[in-house]
């Protein structure tokens, strides 16, 4: 027999009617829709989570020299990340202070001083205004730190990324990672010198809220569903040597690998102990790619003993290291969600490449490994993430099902021993549970129900 | 004989070395040259067909028909910058060798492809096609600008750039070596980019 379901009250508003009571809009083993789609919730998070909590913002390599810029987004703040003439790293409001205009209209370049298109305003890349034309016709002398370019008033790097945040109340950067810097370790340290260069990226747009790619970041759930053209694909020749993520096929919670909620919104998927901790481990689960077989044969012949370890290099780090809001470590990506409005995000995976930081793989070798690694890089945005994305746009078309408000994320939940509370705070769980996605969330209400005290900086 | 010889790139990637990549990149320089481009009209005909027998085959998602039109070595390439830059150092939309291109295929044919599950509908648009000479007699290389129209999901949208085929002519036989598309917007955000362009 069929049951009817007598629909709800509408949730209840706070803050004048425009909010809501976030605990119950989300709460312990679902959320509502709500929370993707309500142009009202977007807005409240364009300051009190992209301003009000540490957000990322570029990588010190994407701006090498001084006087070097890229222009970025902080939440919608149109910003241009730069290293001024004295090599401070800066995010400068895109924002011309006379009427508004955006200052820079280019991805990158490497610029003294911005002068404004519109009436030829003129700033240093610090911020300072430098001189108007035809002062004259002012009373005043423009010394007033007012008319100078807006600022980021907290930009710190952690190990060349960079972040910035609006809130003087906000922990020191550092502090703020806390335990997720010992993955983020592990993932620069496989690589020569602890050091990669972003070169490029695979940009992907999708129409869908910003959240949705976060809540996949550490989801091991949806791994043989959606990604299962992925599999297929990347094990059509694979025979028993199972490639890629396949161990997710049997019993996934029964493996080594595990989630681990390090707080702040921060997660960590950690599948390295799935595989076999040897010289050419991470390559030989490496599919198909260009090249492939040419450069194992020439690293063979050339570095012998030491060819597997070099190969490695262009291999992809089993692990998803997710900071809260926009940032994740992945294979060898820096991927970045950008929110464009409540129901648009672009996800860009920046590529990385390796230096001979210690000077002992020489350039031919490290020009192939980069070779390679471009390409094994190119591999999961365009076979496995197009269809991730694909289901994100169909979430934000379900999610206009007014009536059916929840979504649930209760998977783990209840279980007895299956998540484990740690000496440091941390939480694991095994690899399908939905533990880190009810963990960001309560970071995420924290943050909505927060009062910060925002700030921005000019130059004296 | 070597193992390259030997290699089915179907199977397996011998071909994309260092070599190769030099190679491309300079083939794919300074190459739309005034006083190179090829005027016989019959010529210029011969592949302004090609593309647009091409552009068919990808229309009416007949794959196998499409990569039959090139080389069994044969490179695919949609760079993610407007300068198209070097693919050893820059991460590309798509870098493909054959056996990725038939990766791709495989992949669309799985059924669970879901980003193009249902399938997109395309009508592509090939025009101003040009053709250029070579250093090498047999090889041609030939501009031509596209506009691919792709209903998915609930709209229409549009694709465009132009694309340069390096082709080969076997006597009466034309075998595509590489193709470089070059979308006008290949360094920003592209929403589902899962067909082949
Ligand atoms: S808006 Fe910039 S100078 Fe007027
Ligand atoms: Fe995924």
Redesign the pocket.
Known sequence: MTRLERIGAAPRRIDGGALYDWDELVQEERAHRLIYTDPAIFTHEMTHVFGATWTYLAHESEIPNDNDFITRRMGLRPLIIVRDSNGQIRALYNR??????T?CRWDKGNAKSFQ??????NFLNTGKLRG?PWPDGYACDFREAKYNIAQVPRVESYRGFIFGTLNPDALPLVEHLGPITKPIDEWLDRNPGGKVVVCEANRIKYKGNWKLAYDNSCDGYHVVYSHRSLLETENRFAGDNAKGMSYYRNSPDSLPMYMRYTGHGNHFKDKRPNVEKRSGGLWAMESAHPGMEHYEEKFKQRHGERAFDLLDLAGSEPVNINVFPNFSLLGNHIQVFEPISVGETNAIWYGTMIVDANGDIGEEAVNDINALRMRTQEGFPNFGEVDDVANFEQIQRGLDALEDEWVYMHRGLGIPDRIKTHEDGSITAPATDEAFMREHFKEWKRLMKARPNLAIQREP | MSIQAQSDPSKSSYYVSDALYRELIANFSDWQRDDRVVTDVAERDRFRMLIEREARLLDQLRYEDWIALYAPECIYWVPSTPNAGDPRREIAVMFDDRRRLEDRIYRLRTGFAWSQAPASRTVRLISNVEVFATDRDAVRMVRSNFLISEFWGDETRILTGWAGHRVMQNGDRCEIQAKQVNLIDCDQCIRNPSIFL
């Open positions: 011309c202070t006379h009427r508004g205009t200052l404004c298109p519109y009436h030829g305003w108007v």
